[in-house]
């Protein structure tokens, strides 16, 4: 991604300090706090979501379906009002990159084809503390996170789901594959934030089109496009509105 102005997020501080529970008192508050945000989509204006995929090595056989459907996010809110999405992925021992906010699913394929999956461990905190910032800076209405594992603090991981869920970002937690780990740490960053989770199966493209377009409709248009999209018979969108009510 040379030539995508793309840089790298900054890491994330205290990794040599102790992880803290959460304490149920502490969770509950988060939650509470977040029912009181406003709508995430103000009228007239568009919805911003950012696009994470974990691009290590192990998802090196689904990686071009996922470059191909990001394309469906867009086609599915053309009719609602549009939205701008930002690419980020971690891949490696400490690469983490973002780009710039795109109105057009080409150049985001584009950038996304720039990009070969490398081994190394996740970095969803990292994702998380970026989509934190980007928010504070501008409206985000949704983070869409596509992986497969988990290989963090799971403490760490839920204090910053609690902070996206204070700022109404809601994270939508779309897990490949079955990894028991990476469930319970994308359930609960789900919870936290007030999004949801799904699973799909290794290489069911069309499982994963489904989740994409659900909430890309949320971001562009939130609960009401949701619900209409829902009403359409779409899986996708029937899965995330069934945890988010």
Known sequence: MANDRSQKTP?????????????PADIEAFLARARTLAPPVEP?????????????????????????????????????GGL??????YRGMSECRASRFASDARMLGSLMEKIDCRGGRTQI??????AKREA????????????DAMEESIDDLCAAAGELGLLGVP?????????????????????LSRGAYCRFDPGAAHQLGEL?????????????????LSARSSVGAQRLLAQMK
């Open 11 to 23: 890491a994330p501080t205290g990794h040599g300090e102790p992880a803290k529970t959460s304490r």
């Open 44 to 80: 007239g204006t568009r919805g911003r979501l950012v696009f994470a995929l974990d691009a290590t090595m192990s998802r090196q056989p689904t990686w071009d379906e996922a470059c191909r459907l990001q394309a469906d996010m867009f086609a599915e809110t053309a009719s609602i």
């Open 84 to 89: 701008d999405v930002q690419l980020i992925y």
């Open 125 to 130: 905190r990292r994702v998380l503390g970026h």
């Open 136 to 147: 504070q800076a501008q409206k985000v209405q949704a983070l869409v996170f596509v992986g």
């Open 171 to 191: 994270a939508f937690m779309f897990q490949e594959g079955d990894d028991p780990i990476a469930e319970q740490a994308f359930r609960e960053i789900a919870r």
């Open 212 to 228: 994409l377009r659900a909430a890309a409709a949320y971001a562009a248009g939130g609960i009401k496009a949701l619900r209409d």
